[in-house]
């Protein structure tokens, strides 16, 4: 931010008053805009013992293979932004079974919220950023054309869950050294 | 945001191209930008059978009591952040025990991420931004001076969690007509 959305002047990046950090300050009315981490929200969309995955259309990671998430609008809860998201992507209306997988990304200030549903029928299709979708097993899955370290692990955890047959909320982090290696 | 933050010139409310939503976008420079919820973590904090409250030193809401959380930062994770407004605004330093609450309150776009935490000794003391903290068991809790609905509703949970002895995530909404109801 080099200029102050507020009154078009110059910001200064220093600590506040009361602060223990440096924000944007705006030099002429002073305004403090914060930067905060974004949310992305998406589902883990199951039919019977088979996961939703959308093949990726744009950037990011053309061509790779993602669960259907995005970042949540302002006016909507995360339940509603995770529903959205997998309308938009995958064409499909599951039914919510609750949070599932949140991850922390540190480095690039992004908080996934993943949550768990299912599919009465294997209705799917692609969505605008989607070149196909498709549903697989466990042992179907594409490792090798993940696009996201969050996808690889919040994978890896549902088919470890689905053989015992529980699904518990799981917390992840993931640091920038990992990344390379999705 | 009247004016881009990138290049100062002013910016107009209109659906991009591939969009279904307005955004700010700059007349000059022509950059999108999007406003999204902000994520409020923090901690319900437990020694033995006492839950910790804060009473507000700020605005809004002064004088009343709250969780110890606030706005998650840029480069932490949700659970770091977490036990760092519990230090700032309690002085106390919890072992996290898990995500417990999700509150989405879309009317604000704000999603408040609690973690249940818990101390091996009462040591809190409050920070800046706190006039005193406190220790509570259930039935002493201050319904009356409460902050916050995500307060009261997250406390109503612990309440109802603790006779039973297990503490499972809580997915929570607030309408907007809930809030007058703090
Ligand atoms: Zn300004
Ligand atoms: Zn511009």
Redesign the interface.
Known sequence: ???????????EWQVPP?DN?PR?ICSACHTI???????ICGCLVTYNDQVLLCRRAIEPRHGLWTLPAG??????????GALRETWEEAMARPTLQ??YA?T?I??I?Q?Y?IFRATLDAPEHAPG?ESLETQLFTADQIPWDELAFQTVRKTLTQWVQDQSRGSYP?H?I?ITESERARV
Chains 1, 2 share one sequence.
Do not use: Q, W
């Open positions: 931010m080099t200029y102050c959305s507020d009154c078009g002047a110059t910001t009361d950090r944007h805009h914060y930067e905060n981490p974004k949310i970042f949540m609008e302002n006016g909507e809860t995360a339940a509603e609750g949070l949140l922390s540190p480095y200030s908080v919220m605008p909320l917390e982090d």
